[in-house]
């Protein structure tokens, strides 16, 4: 495939996503990956799209300073390619102009090589304007987001959330010890460095696409070991993991406990479900039983008994905007209302599971959002409203501050 087809590749994607509700990755899985083409052009499709919804607001600014009217859908997303290869990728700009128009259809050729022209001319003066341009717009994130991390974490925090979800984040995996030995796993794999001494997760220049076939290995970023590790399983237990698709922790957990706990592990959604059966097989999971359940609308199946459980962990749906460098599009689709929403969800899960955990046993709460209303009020309310629920533990992993996702966890007792 000529380069010209993967910026058509690009383009559909960009347009697919701005008429639908479809995320970023599931474009990518089912339109890019699958055209057929080499492994290079495909990147640079993925690199194009990525990149455009990384840097959309600061893209929509340097057309809002080349034009002051209105302009169509399509055309705008062919500028934003356009000037994405322009000022990040910094590609000739010749070859910028050139390529971008030729993607035009021939009404709209004439208005984008006069702007992509303007842009080449003006590049020194629109990245002035740019750099002078408030938070939101150089770092290309919602305006609401942005006021939300200033408050909470200060303006170079939040300036270093934002620059941290703008760049491409390296590929982690977890060695899965049932499938391999740590130390083979790493003679098998020289490019694979650990991120400790003693660590099972390591960090690896390309992907380990073999190891990950065999079921050597699982990509999965450490902060995701913060709440496995905070609920401790051991061999013999029976543990429940209640939203547990699509099955890295869970896998973790019979890997901790080299199969010997009895681990159920629940998910709603019956095509995540099918992928966690999948990955729990592929990983050599055993001793592990899946079972579709929806924790806000369905009552406890009859294979759920009360006290039944030793452990749970509730790895609760959230914002998400603790793993913004992988879930490219997240800021785009969240609205202000959305935290509260979920901070009335992620109560009522943890509510519904408490008379599965016997008295003594072991509740982690965890998710991978940096909100308050996710995280730290929300344990404030179960301290209020569940006060069987005694707290022992919490973490928070910072991205700017940690260098992992973020993420959080919590630690409670049941008392009785």
Not at 187 to 203: D, G, K, Q, T, Y
Not at 308 to 324: E, R
Not at 325 to 347: C, S
Not at 384 to 406: C, M, N, Q, V
Request: hydrophobic share 40%; proline share 5%.
């Amino acid at each position: 495939m000529a380069r010209s087809a993967a910026r058509q590749l690009a383009l559909n994607a960009l347009k697919r996503w701005r008429k639908s509700r479809e995320f970023a990755d599931s474009i990518v899985q089912r339109l890019i990956l699958p055209s057929g083409q080499s492994q290079s052009d495909r990147g640079f499709a993925q690199e194009l799209f990525y990149g455009v919804l990384r840097n959309l607001t600061l893209l929509d600014f340097f057309i809002s300073q080349l034009r002051n009217s209105a302009i169509d859908n399509l055309s705008r997303d062919l500028l934003r390619l356009g000037l994405y290869q322009l000022f990040h990728l910094r590609t000739p700009a010749h070859a910028a102009v050139f390529e971008t128009v030729e993607l035009a259809s021939p009404h709209r050729r004439p208005l984008v090589n006069a702007m992509m022209r303007n842009a080449a001319r003006e590049r020194d003066r629109l990245e002035s304007e740019a750099a002078g341009a408030p938070l939101h717009i150089r770092e290309s994130h919602p305006e609401f987001l942005v006021l939300r991390w200033r408050e909470a974490f200060g303006e170079n925090s939040a300036a270093a959330i934002c620059r941290w979800n703008n760049t491409a984040p390296p590929i982690y995996a977890r060695i899965n010890t049932l499938r391999i030995r740590r130390q083979d796993f790493l003679e098998n794999n020289p490019m694979a460095r650990p991120i400790s001494a003693h660590s099972l997760f390591v960090e690896s220049e390309g992907l380990p696409e073999t190891a990950i076939a065999r079921g050597d290995c699982y990509v999965q970023d450490p902060s995701s070991a913060v709440a496995v590790d905070l609920l401790e399983p051991q061999s013999g237990e029976m543990i429940l993991d209640a939203c547990a698709a699509p099955g890295g922790k869970t896998s973790y957990m019979a890997a901790i406990t080299k199969n010997m706990a009895s681990i159920v592990a629940c998910d709603r959604d019956a095509g995540r479900l099918k992928r966690l059966r999948q990955n729990l097989s592929h990983l050599g999971a055993a001793h592990t039983d899946v079972i579709q359940h929806d924790w806000l609308h369905d009552e406890s199946p009859a294979v759920l008994r009360p006290k039944q459980f030793d452990k749970i962990l509730v790895d609760a749906p959230c914002t998400n905007t603790g793993v913004m460098r992988r879930r490219i599009d997240v800021r785009w689709r969240l609205k202000p209302a959305d935290f509260g929403e979920m901070h009335g969800q992620q109560f009522r899960i943890v509510a519904a599971v408490i008379p599965l955990l016997r008295p003594g046993g072991v509740l982690v709460y965890s998710t991978c959002s940096l909100e308050r209303e996710e995280n730290q009020k929300l344990i404030e309310r179960f301290v209020h409203e569940l006060p069987t629920l005694k707290i022992e533990h919490a973490r928070s992993i910072l991205p700017w501050r940690d260098h992992f996702d973020g993420a959080f966890a919590a630690r409670f007792v049941l008392t009785s």
